[in-house]
């Protein structure tokens, strides 16, 4: 797809989730809207995958391992034809199936439950591994947060993962520099991470998360990688396209107000005129 495509269906993600979020009273916007630039990559131009076939057992695997940014996931997925967008107005509602983490059950296209910490790429390590087993070619994508990283399982999965040279997994990294507490270089220090990676034996590549050349390029380059999984660090903002969520840590995990919705909504949908014009 053409960056420009890329950018709108981007832009039109972001303003679902915030549109969800405000609807429950309830979420995490910030690194939801981070992390979206990627997740509309993958799921429009990388991965193999078919939303009239979501349980095709030749599709790519993705799991959102920072799994309270489900409404980002769910956004992607419901502009991807998994599901009506009209459905996302039932995030955390009793009354619906759209939960508040990514639910494999009840949710077309999510092929983990998530939320705990640490355990997504574990189970991304997991899915690549059966393949590798099972001799299948598919390729297991996931999306980890930097907060997140503080989980020692992580590591243990990043051992497990280079100790079987799982060169058909793809791990993106959200380097926003912010977690619930506040910045992650003051709750956890967790640089150099290019270094750490590195030395746990993934081959590292470093862009700009907003960036759609980027993004493709890290991809293509973790497809051509063998002998070791590829971890893509990926510099963004939290709250990316809403001017008083970027880079604040108080938008990691509230819902904004009527007002506070008007102004991200009347920003989202001008980048999106501007990006059909």
């Known amino acids: ?6 950018q709108l269906l981007a832009a039109k993600a972001r303003l679902l989730a915030v549109d969800a979020v405000h609807e429950a009273k309830a979420g995490h916007p910030g690194g939801s809207l981070s992390c979206m630039d990627a997740l509309i990559y993958l799921y429009f131009e990388e991965m193999h995958i078919d939303p009239a076939n979501p349980h095709d057992p030749a599709r790519d695997r993705f799991v959102l391992s920072k799994g309270h940014c489900a409404p980002a996931l769910y956004s992607v997925l419901a502009l991807r034809g998994f599901f009506p967008p009209e459905e996302l107005k039932l995030l955390r509602s009793i009354k619906g199936h759209i939960s508040g983490h990514p639910d494999m059950v009840y949710i077309p296209g999510v092929d983990m439950s998530t939320g705990s910490l640490g355990q997504g790429i574990s189970c991304a390590v997991g899915m690549a591994l059966g393949a590798k087993h099972q001799g299948k070619d598919f390729r297991v994508y996931s999306i980890l947060g930097d907060g997140e990283i503080a989980e020692g399982q992580v590591w243990e999965a990043a051992m497990a993962a280079a ?23 003051d709750v956890m220090p967790s640089e150099p991470l290019d270094r750490k990676f590195a030395a746990f034996n993934w081959h590292v590549i470093c862009v700009n998360g907003h960036d759609f050349d980027a993004l493709r390029a890290a991809a293509a380059e973790a497809r051509s990688t063998k002998g070791q ?20 840590v108080a938008w990691h995990g509230k819902a904004p107000n009527d007002e506070q919705f008007a102004v991200a909504r009347a ?10 014009d």
């Open 1 to 6: 797809m053409q960056n420009r495509e890329l």
């Open 163 to 185: 100790k079987w040279k799982l060169d058909n997994l793809c791990a993106f990294l959200d380097v926003n520099g912010l977690q619930i507490d506040g910045a992650t270089k």
């Open 229 to 248: 999984p590829t971890m893509v660090l990926m510099k963004t903002t939290k709250g990316k396209g809403v001017s008083y969520m970027e880079n604040s």
């Open 267 to 276: 920003e989202l949908e001008a980048a999106i005129r501007e990006l059909e």
